[in-house]
């Protein structure tokens, strides 16, 4: 008896953690090792539209009519480069504007205004997000990360803090820009 309890016992050594690790991967108890916050897009966008090349820059595509939405993203793409610090030379903002969006208003000082071309608005709204999302274009013209819009105040201060956090960890590994 004394023989099969310490053979049963060396045997659950070995199967009870592989078990276990069974067990949390069935339930989805395991977060993977994704360490961005925002959405990789599954091709990146060749953007050669942008307006300052060798720059990380938030894009955003001006509405018709600024909601709730709207207004968060214009705050987001005015705190965002001037909260990255030293790196504050290397991060622009690009607000894409149409001819019925281009009187912004005051609100956008230190934000740059493109007038995009339809074909850009047509290439922004095949992308998942369209355009209710602020996307990150990397210094060679790629628009490589989106950000859906969100709604109220924690959630546009949320949505900028972890912009905030995947662009400085772009910043701090990237040789370009």
């Excluded at 095949?126 to 709604?151: F, H, S, W």
């Amino acid at each position: 008896m004394k023989k099969h309890g310490t053979l049963l016992l060396l045997l659950s050594a070995f199967l009870l953690p592989v078990a276990l690790a069974k067990l949390v991967l069935d339930l989805n108890w395991y977060q993977g090792g994704v360490t961005n916050r925002g959405e990789l897009l599954s091709t990146p966008v060749a953007a050669d539209w942008l307006g300052q090349k060798g720059k990380w820059q938030l894009v955003y595509l001006m509405p018709d009519d600024c909601d709730e939405l709207c207004a968060g993203a214009l705050f987001n793409l005015r705190q965002i480069p001037l909260a990255v610090g030293a790196g504050q030379d290397r991060v622009g903002s690009v607000l894409l504007v149409t001819e019925a969006s281009q009187t912004a208003g005051d609100q956008l000082q230190g934000v740059e205004q493109v007038l995009a071309p339809d074909h850009v608005i047509e290439q922004l709204r095949t992308l998942e997000y369209g355009a209710r999302a602020i996307y990150i274009a990397d210094p060679l013209g790629n628009v490589m990360m989106a950000y859906p819009l969100v709604k109220g105040r924690a959630a546009i201060l949320a949505q900028g803090k972890d912009l905030l956090r995947d662009l400085k960890r772009l910043l701090k590994v990237s040789k370009i820009g």
